[in-house]
T-cell receptor, first 112, second 114 residues
Framework: GESVGLHLPTLSVQEGDNSIINCAYS??????FIWYKQESGKGPQFIID?????DKRQGQRVTVLLNKTVKHLSLQIAATQPGDSAVYFC???????????FGTGTRLTIIP | NAGVTQTPKFQVLKTGQSMTLQCAQD?????MYWYRQDPGMGLRLIYY???????DKGEVPNGYNVSRLNKREFSLRLESAAPSQTSVYFC?????????????FGSGTRLTVV
């Protein structure tokens, strides 16, 4: 079946540097992608989304890039801060089945 | 504050016991969901409700039942708990399955079955 996976399970980044978290998806029919941030002991929080007809979307300190040719999604966090330490999940949805499918997550650790 | 509220936050059950996890949202969202999260894995959908009065199975429904009591509330029941159901359970809601796909999650229920 369809799956959403992540290249790296852990990522350590120096405070102030930029970080890039990658995600591969297998369902070429996915219409919409979301990045979530999950801090310890909390539920996932929406960060940024992108529709399949776009290839880039920017938010505050975050940018999502979508490459449909290779079915790859990335989350770029600029000037990382200690508060960025968390597990990041990508998720995809096909408007036909209307349910989010989550990847396994990448743990981002910010080194002071 | 507006959002998704789950109770209880923690629970320990003995094998074979039953319990109901409660979830309520105050955002007037149509759709609600129950996920479980196990170590090293992403969230897996147990059941969902696209609208009041409807429920459907997700990826891992076995051993669970749900009730969409009204638009606000969506409960998850374990009739006979098993150690394999030890997990963190998250409830979520979304505005509509047709337009806005941003899910809002509760803070989770950590369940241990011994």
């Amino acid at each position: 079946g369809e799956s959403v996976g992540l290249h790296l399970p852990t990522l350590s980044v120096q405070e102030g540097d930029n970080s890039i978290i990658n995600c591969a998806y297998s369902n070429s029919a996915s219409d919409y992608f979301i990045w979530y941030k999950q801090e310890s002991g909390k539920g996932p929080q929406f960060i940024i989304d992108i529709r399949s007809n776009m290839d880039k979307r920017q938010g505050q300190r975050v940018t999502v890039l979508l490459n449909k040719t290779v079915k790859h999604l990335s989350l770029q966090i600029a000037a990382t801060q200690p508060g960025d330490s968390a597990v990041y999940f990508c998720a995809e949805i096909n408007f036909g089945n209307e349910k989010l499918t989550f990847g396994t997550g990448t743990r981002l650790t910010i080194i002071p | 504050n507006a959002g998704v509220t789950q109770t209880p936050k923690f629970q320990v059950l003995k094998t074979g016991q039953s319990m109901t996890l409660q979830c309520a949202q105050d955002m007037n969202h149509n759709s609600m969901y129950w996920y479980r999260q196990d170590p090293g894995m992403g969230l897996r959908l147990i059941y969902y409700s696209a609208s009041e009065g409807t429920t459907d199975k997700g990826e891992v429904p076995n051993g669970y039942n749900v009730s969409r009591l009204n638009k606000r509330e969506f409960s998850l029941r374990l009739e006979s708990a098993a150690p394999s159901q030890t997990s963190v359970y998250f409830c979520a809601s979304s505005e509509s399955t047709a337009t806005n796909y941003g899910y809002t999650f509760g803070s989770g229920t950590r369940l241990t079955v011994v």
